[in-house]
């Protein structure tokens, strides 16, 4: 079953691209510098609206809706906490900004902590938490609103090592039941999480399928290097070859 249908085109930005997320997925939209993954990342959650768009999500044509109510839940590079709330507000804060009562909110909120391994934290202030324990907060405000898709841009980019491990764990598992999209130039992030590719190359999907799909017959220069299974550095860890 599709989850997420996203057809659009922005001639200002030499876009026109169409994919599909099956549900259950996590679907890797991968790409060089300037092949259309931001836009796309904007185009789906509701900060661009081009004239020309088409989504479909969760079986409902979502372009004419506002953010808020597609239903998409999106972990950012920053997890952006608000510093004067608790943790346990911080968590339960889109149920509450959709008008659910404080007790039920805290109570989802509690169990979305409880999901990312941030429970212990609930009563503290954002500001004396690492970037890892930042990020899993952040996780988890976004599945307390339980949203039919999540979106992902770069989760991992602004974290540590040892966070950046403990943050995957707990990001496989949440992963593993829901329908994901992440955008990302980690080679080695994508094959961690993604169990499919989107791969944008000059403002257009050049090929979608799964890895093996994608790496049998990859139809691009990008997809190939992608999708290589060497030790080799990936593309974006390396320099261009010429
Ligand atoms: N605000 C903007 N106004 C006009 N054109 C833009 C704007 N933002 C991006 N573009 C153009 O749209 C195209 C796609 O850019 P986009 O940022 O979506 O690509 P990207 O794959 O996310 O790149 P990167 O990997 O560098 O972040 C590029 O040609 C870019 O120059």
Redesign the pocket.
């Known amino acids: 079953m599709t989850e997420l249908e996203v057809s659009y085109c922005?001639p200002?930005?030499?876009?026109d691209v169409a994919f599909t997320v099956p549900s259950g997925s996590t679907t890797a939209l991968v790409?060089?510098?300037?092949?259309?993954?931001?836009?796309?990342?904007?185009v789906i959650c509701g900060l661009l609206r081009p004239r020309q768009a088409q989504l479909t999500a969760h079986g409902q044509r979502v372009e004419q809706l506002p953010p808020h109510r597609r239903r998409i839940g999106l972990l950012l590079q920053q997890p952006l906490l608000f510093p004067t709330m608790s943790v346990l507000e911080n968590a339960a804060f889109g149920l509450r900004a959709a008008g659910v009562r404080r007790a039920e909110a805290h109570a989802r909120a509690q169990q979305s902590l409880e999901e990312v391994g941030a429970a212990p934290l609930s009563r503290r202030r954002p500001g004396i938490l690492s970037g890892g324990q930042s990020q899993r907060v952040a996780l988890a405000r976004v599945l307390t609103t339980d949203p039919d898709l999540l979106l992902l841009d770069e989760p991992l980019v602004a974290l540590d090592d040892e966070s950046q491990e403990t943050i995957s764990a707990v990001l496989e598992h949440v992963l593993a039941a829901r329908t994901a999209v992440l955008?990302t130039?980690s080679r080695q992030e994508a094959r961690r999480f993604s169990d499919r590719l989107v791969v944008?190359d000059g403002?257009q999907v050049v090929q979608q399928g799964s890895w093996a799909e994608v790496g049998q017959a990859p139809a691009s220069a990008f997809a190939r290097r992608f999708t290589a299974e060497a030790s080799s550095p990936g593309p974006t860890e390396g320099p261009e070859p010429r």
């Open positions: 922005l200002e930005r030499g876009l790409g060089p510098n300037g092949s259309g993954k931001s836009s796309t990342f904007d955008i130039h944008l403002g």
